[in-house]
């Protein structure tokens, strides 16, 4: 009988992946059915968790597509002499913006409300570029 419930856990995630049934892993674990169901129910839940967090982690970068957002873009250019030399590395960092996405926005609104439109507009055009000296 396995007396450690976090390598039990592990065998019977591994048991309900190749397909058992509750009570071929109390044969094989030569354990009682109500830790096999505990257990069970403790992967369940750990699974609705992680899928929750995915979920809103989604819903999250849709919203972020949806309303557009600023970044910044760093490029690095290595600038040579004519031997072929490095004798200075240039940051060039660019303000960028994606602009919201109608369809995405569209959707969210017959989804979540009007609570969703964005809040702010971007003029356009404007592009801010910033030269860093790199190390």
Same mark, same amino acid.
């Given at each position: 009988m396995? /007396? =450690?419930k976090k390598h039990?856990?592990i065998?019977?995630? $591994?048991?309900?992946? #190749?397909?058992?049934?509750?009570?071929?892993?109390?044969?094989?674990?030569d354990t009682d059915?109500?830790?096999?169901?505990?257990?069970?129910k403790d992967?369940v839940? $750990?699974? =609705?968790?992680?899928n929750?967090v995915?979920?809103?982690?989604l819903? %999250?970068? @849709?919203i972020?597509?949806? #309303?557009?957002?600023?970044? =910044?873009?760093?490029?690095?250019? &290595?600038k /040579?002499?004519?031997?072929g030399?490095?004798?200075?590395k240039?940051?060039? %960092?660019? /303000? #960028?913006?994606?602009?919201? $996405?109608?369809?995405?926005? /569209?959707? @969210?609104?017959?989804?979540?409300? %009007?609570d969703i &439109?964005?809040?702010?507009k971007?003029?356009?055009?404007?592009?801010?570029v910033?030269?860093?000296?790199? $190390?």
């Amino acid at each position: 009988m396995i /007396k =450690n419930k976090k390598h039990l856990k592990i065998l019977v995630k $591994d048991y309900l992946d #190749k397909g058992f049934s509750a009570s071929e892993m109390v044969k094989e674990l030569d354990t009682d059915k109500s830790t096999i169901d505990s257990i069970v129910k403790d992967i369940v839940d $750990d699974a =609705n968790i992680k899928n929750k967090v995915m979920v809103d982690e989604l819903k %999250q970068a @849709l919203i972020k597509r949806a #309303k557009g957002y600023d970044y =910044n873009e760093v490029r690095t250019e &290595i600038k /040579k002499d004519g031997a072929g030399i490095v004798f200075m590395k240039v940051g060039i %960092q660019i /303000k #960028k913006h994606v602009p919201a $996405d109608p369809i995405i926005l /569209k959707e @969210l609104i017959e989804e979540y409300g %009007q609570d969703i &439109i964005p809040d702010k507009k971007y003029n356009g055009g404007e592009i801010k570029v910033k030269v860093i000296e790199l $190390d």
